[in-house]
């Protein structure tokens, strides 16, 4: 039982640069989200979903895309990554009174 | 929308102290849970301890302990004797509990609050 997984740990983008993050769970969780997290503002969500094929935005989606064609997967997109994007992002999967994180991708554009 | 608000940016502690940290949350529903994450250098977010708005005893988890004051919309998190491990980066957050809505499985997160052990 891994968890929750997320590749890579690291990534380093130029500007205009596209890629995914990677996540996955294998406890069978419906629930999945990503958030990003910045110095002062703790955890914002960005997208979640409620099962496979059911996605939606959270607080602040601009910039990225989500699908879902599994229970298991649930990777984020960055179409064209800008500086702003700069940040940690934290996948988690989640049953009713417990959230489960991976172990964060820490991600710089230049 | 719920928001949750951690006023202390930074908190010191000597070892073997006590320590508390403080959240207040804004929120409508009347059902709900209520978390404390921890966070240290290796960025983990680790699960220091969950309190449901429904019960009125106050959770407690070994050394941490936490005050949920439902009306005053308040919970603070109590850390006894503290250790050098305790030292991190510590979240409060707020979930739904009603499942199947819109919000479900939706954590809002405070700012956090560094917490430093002094040896």
């Known amino acids: 039982n891994a968890g929750v997984t997320q590749t890579p740990k690291f990534q380093v983008l130029k500007t205009g640069q596209s890629m995914t993050l990677q996540c996955a769970q294998d406890?069978?969780?419906?629930?999945m989200s990503w958030y990003r997290q910045d110095p002062g503002m703790g955890l914002r969500l960005i997208h979640y979903?409620?099962?496979?094929?059911?996605?939606d935005q959270g607080e602040v989606p601009n910039g990225y895309n989500v699908s879902r064609s599994t229970t298991e997967d649930f990777p984020l997109r960055l179409l064209s990554a800008a500086p702003s994007q700069t940040s940690v992002y934290f996948c988690?999967?989640?049953?009713?009174?417990?959230?489960?994180f991976g172990p964060g991708t820490r991600l710089t554009v230049l | 929308a719920q928001t949750v608000t951690q006023s202390q940016p930074e908190m010191s502690v000597q070892e073997a102290e006590t320590v508390t940290l403080s959240c207040t949350y804004d929120?409508?529903?009347?059902?709900?849970?209520l978390f404390w994450y921890k966070q240290p250098p290796s960025r983990q977010m680790i699960l220091v301890i969950r309190?449901?708005?429904?019960?009125?005893q106050n959770a407690t988890e070994n050394r941490f302990s936490v005050n949920f004051q439902k009306a005053a919309k308040s919970f603070s998190l109590k850390i006894s004797d503290s250790q050098l491990g305790d030292a991190a980066m510590y979240f409060c957050?707020?979930?739904?509990?009603?499942?199947?809505?819109?919000?479900?499985?939706?954590?809002?997160f405070g700012q956090g609050t560094i917490l430093t052990v002094h040896p």
């Open positions: 988690a999967s989640s049953r009713l009174n417990e959230q489960f």
């Open positions: 406890m069978n969780h419906e629930y």
């Open positions: 979903s409620v099962g496979a094929g059911i996605t």
């Open positions: 929120t409508s529903e009347s059902d709900y849970y």
């Open positions: 309190q449901e708005a429904y019960k009125q």
């Open positions: 957050a707020y979930r739904s509990a009603y499942a199947g809505g819109t919000s479900y499985g939706k954590l809002t």
